[in-house]
């Protein structure tokens, strides 16, 4: 199985802030890549699909980058909706793998 | 409106059946593959189980193998996920989600609400 390791556990930043999550996959993965916010209680939502293509109706301030095996989600100015749960997921192998997980809490 | 609505989670005794269903609305279903997605609590999500939009084509996580079983129903645009032999270690919120026209571009566009399934004695 490919693993997807996600950096830092935990993040603590201000509304303002420009925030980078990091996703190492184990294997290269192309681009196959899909970003997710979760907060408490709520299901995932997509954010960013084929490492940085934007859903519609995501706020431009997300992004992502990446390819083969580092990938990066960027938020460039966070704002007080965006404090939640992030994780990465890889869909280019079964079983299709998802990251630990990258909490953005209010420092 | 776009929705996916799970139903048929519960508690259940380890070595006990369940079977779940998630009703789809407001988009051609039968065009779309469609997963099963859980998570445990306090943990990240694990993807269970994929199904082709004619429902040809499966694929599966190797910790459900032989034990769960996806289908779906096209003209009653109905997910399912029968579950057998049931385990603690499957307790978890189980999601619908919804996926590509390809069933190989495995990123999930649209979630349910889930349900969660209890494997206790």
């Known amino acids: 199985d490919i693993q997807m390791t996600q950096s830092p556990s935990t993040l603590s930043a201000t509304v303002g802030d420009r925030v980078t999550i990091t996703c190492r996959a184990s294997?290269?993965?192309?681009?196959?890549l899909a970003w997710y916010q979760q907060k408490p209680g709520k299901a995932p939502k997509l954010l960013i699909y084929?490492?940085?293509s934007l859903e519609s109706g995501v706020p431009s301030r997300f992004s992502g980058s990446g390819s083969g095996t580092e990938f990066t989600l960027t938020i460039s100015s966070l704002q007080p909706d965006d404090f939640a749960t992030y994780y990465c997921?890889?869909?280019?192998?079964?079983?299709?793998?998802f990251g630990q997980g990258t909490k953005v809490e209010i420092k | 409106e776009v929705e996916l609505v799970e139903y048929g989670g519960g508690l259940v005794q380890p070595g006990g059946s369940l079977r779940l269903s998630c009703a789809a609305s407001g988009f051609t279903f039968s065009s779309y593959a469609m997963s099963w997605v859980r998570q445990a609590p306090g943990k990240g999500p694990e993807w269970v189980f994929v199904?082709?939009?004619?429902?040809?084509?499966?694929y599966y996580a190797d910790s459900v193998k032989g034990r769960f079983t996806i289908s779906r129903d096209n003209s009653k645009s109905t997910l399912f996920l029968q579950m057998n032999s049931l385990r603690v270690e499957d307790t978890a919120v189980y999601y619908c989600?919804?996926?590509?026209?390809?069933?190989?571009?495995?990123?999930?566009?649209?979630w349910g609400r889930g349900t969660l399934v209890t494997v206790s004695s």
């Open positions: 989600a919804k996926g590509s026209i390809l069933v190989d571009r495995g990123y999930f566009d649209l």
């Open positions: 997921q890889q869909y280019n192998r079964y079983p299709w793998t």
């Open positions: 084929k490492a940085s």
């Open positions: 199904i082709s939009g004619s429902g040809a084509n499966t």
């Open positions: 294997q290269s993965i192309s681009s196959w």
